[in-house]
């Protein structure tokens, strides 16, 4: 395999008297689907956000395409128009219709022509599916629109990696799957994607590999159908253990 | 009461000229609020410790002392500094100052009800926080604070009334002038308090037609949740 797109090293993020994660190391290889999961409050939306430095660590390094990114003479704005980001909670620009929240990182923090960002902005909506929704405002969208409007303005950026935090956590239950579809195309489409869920048929069927991460570090880490089937740790089969009997039921009750 | 239609026909064009002046001071004191107001509130909520106290102290002073106060400070007292200054141009720096402080707090109330997610959001897409402040919060806030904000410019026309005591001649002066070439104090100030009415009046329409063109959909609810 080549060298990692998206690299971890050693990293420790500690909140005052917390510690968020301590000393967690990940490669990220370009195409990779990476899934994170693990149970509440373990740090993982946290590591998310370290990685596009949107939150700071302690201590550690990342790297992004083989350049340190964590070095003090990194340019952050720069790094973070490499890294596409998807919120819990869409986080759109209330302001802006959901083409301008497409199409305002093309012209002003890529300084795109009018016409050509125009047209990549409309391309995006309509990759997910959204095309006939360009002027509404996100006080018009459902949840399932107003994640994959959240979608389109981070793949805009063509970004060598998507960082995905609980994309569907707030969502109805039927909204959720038109955004796990958004996300599963990308995902045979080669994108680059490290996605926090508890999504489990997402991870089981989409993922080239899972993370279990746990109290701030990284548990066990392979390939979907090790995880579930042949879990290595007692941790990782209780907590596979509960959420498939939650997702199932949940699954039988719809 | 009822020498108020007489004293507006007869005193008309030094009553216009007065609302005239009025209204400038109230706009140019507005502009130069709204500005220093956005500064201050920015300062308040993104800056460092230095843009932080310098925002805070602007603010306790210019809403902690009466107008008039700051009003004669300007006009009388800097000269003993060594600045002097044009009754027009003291009036205008007062109520300027004065209004700011105000703006700073309508405007730094409406930038933390956006909170923190958009600006994450904006530094996300790679904007920098200058940017982001500027294409995403600004044009958020400034929708968000009207319905308070709008207590201001009527406030403020008010206020302007005090520049009198500097003989800035707006309607509280002309006011002034009729009471005493009449000898009919009632008649004269009726008749500018009819005027400042109306003006507010035209002020609050104004207002309210602004409020409801910037308005986007499904916004305003955000702003009442939060």
């Avoid at chain 1, 209780?238 to 498939?244: D, G, H, S, V």
């Avoid at chain 2, 707006?170 to 500018?192: D, F, H």
Wanted: hydrophobic content about 45%.
């Amino acid at each position: 395999m080549d060298s990692p797109i998206l690299q971890a090293k050693n990293l420790t993020k500690i909140y005052g008297q917390n510690v968020i994660f301590q000393d967690i190391s990940l490669d990220v290889y370009r195409g990779e689907t990476i899934v994170i999961i693990g149970p509440s409050g373990t740090g993982k939306s946290t590591l998310l956000r370290c990685m596009n430095l949107l939150t700071p660590i302690d201590s550690g390094k990342i790297f992004l395409n083989g350049k340190e990114i964590t070095a003090r003479d990194a340019n952050e704005d720069k790094v973070r128009q490499q890294i596409g980001m998807v919120f819990q909670n869409f986080l759109l620009f209330n302001h802006l219709t959901a083409f301008d929240n497409v199409m305002i990182g093309l012209s002003k923090v890529k300084k795109m022509p009018k016409a050509q960002a125009r047209e990549k902005a409309l391309y995006e909506l309509n990759r997910v599916g959204l095309s006939d929704r360009a002027d509404h405002y996100p006080g018009q969208l459902s949840g399932g629109q107003l994640q994959r409007v959240g979608i389109a303005r981070a793949l805009a950026m063509d970004p060598s990696v998507m960082l995905f935090d609980e994309p569907t956590s707030a969502l109805d239950p039927e909204l959720i799957g038109e955004v796990l579809g958004v996300m599963e195309t990308l995902s045979r489409e080669h994108m680059t994607m490290l996605v926090v869920t508890h999504e489990m048929g997402f991870a089981r069927e989409v993922a080239n590999r899972i993370v279990f991460m746990e109290k701030g570090s990284i548990v066990e880490q392979g390939a979907p159908d090790d995880l579930f089937y042949r879990p290595q740790h007692e941790r990782t089969r209780e907590f596979l253990w509960k959420i498939t009997e939650l997702y199932g039921k949940k699954e039988e009750k719809s | 009461m009822s020498d108020v239609p007489e004293f507006l026909i007869r005193f008309w064009p030094i009553l216009l000229q007065g609302a005239g002046v009025t209204l400038l001071l109230t706009v140019q004191g507005l502009a130069a609020g709204l500005v220093l107001g956005m500064i201050t509130a920015l300062g308040r909520v993104y800056g460092g410790k230095t843009w932080r106290g310098l925002a805070i102290g602007y603010v306790e002073l210019f809403r902690g002392t009466p107008l008039l106060v700051q009003l004669f400070l300007i006009y009388y007292g800097l000269p003993g500094l060594g600045i002097t200054l044009s009754r027009e141009w003291s009036a205008f720096l007062a109520l300027g100052l004065n209004s700011g402080a105000y703006q700073a707090e309508y405007l730094r109330g409406s930038i933390l009800a956006i909170g923190n997610g958009q600006m994450m959001a904006g530094r996300a897409i790679g904007m920098s926080k200058w940017q982001t402040i500027r294409e995403i919060i600004v044009p958020q806030a400034l929708r968000l604070a009207i319905p308070a904000w709008a207590n201001e410019p009527v406030s403020l026309l008010k206020s302007t009334a005090v520049v009198f005591l500097i003989a800035v001649p707006e309607l509280m002066a002309q006011g002034k002038i009729i009471a005493a070439r009449t000898y009919n104090p009632i008649g004269a100030y009726m008749s500018v308090a009819v005027i400042y009415m109306f003006m507010v009046f035209v002020l609050d329409y104004g207002l309210k037609f602004l409020e409801r063109y910037v308005r986007i959909p499904g916004f305003e609810m955000e702003a009442r949740k939060a």
